[in-house]
Nanobody, 121 residues
Framework: QVHLVESGGGLVQAGGSLRLSCAAS????????MGWYRQPPGKRRELVAV???????NSADSVKGRFTISRDNAKNTVYLEMNSLKPEDTAVYYC???????????????WGQGTQVTVSS
């Protein structure tokens, strides 16, 4: 069984910063990617940023230049450094990992429980 545990959400004023962390634990054979999605109130879940085992990353245009994703492979942990936060960044942020449990299994999606980020104006 795999668990993704997120931390670091909270309330911050516009222009402020937050750092999210997500640690994956359990019987993990390999991780293809880890990333962050968010779901603003009344809207669909959207990609924020993702990092792949190759080292490459991808992020939404709305956060480029403000958010930075990084990963500690030894700890199976992904981080999201969020700077210059705006009220429109308010959302529940979900950690995602695409991983497999053993060499014979396929890669599957796993999700954290979500952490609230609220940016006040």
């Amino acid at each position: 069984q795999v668990h993704l545990v997120e931390s670091g959400g909270g309330l911050v004023q516009a222009g402020g910063s937050l750092r999210l962390s997500c640690a994956a634990s359990g019987s993990i054979f390999s991780i293809n990617s880890m990333g962050w999605y968010r779901q603003p109130p009344g809207k669909r879940r959207e990609l924020v940023a993702v990092t792949y085992s190759s080292g490459s990353t991808n992020s939404a245009d709305s956060v480029k230049g403000r958010f930075t994703i990084s990963r500690d492979n030894a700890k199976n942990t992904v981080y999201l450094e969020m700077n210059s936060l705006k009220p429109e960044d308010t959302a529940v942020y979900y950690c995602n990992a695409v991983l497999r449990l053993n060499s014979g299994s396929v890669y599957s999606n796993y999700w954290g429980q979500g952490t609230q980020v609220t940016v006040s104006s």
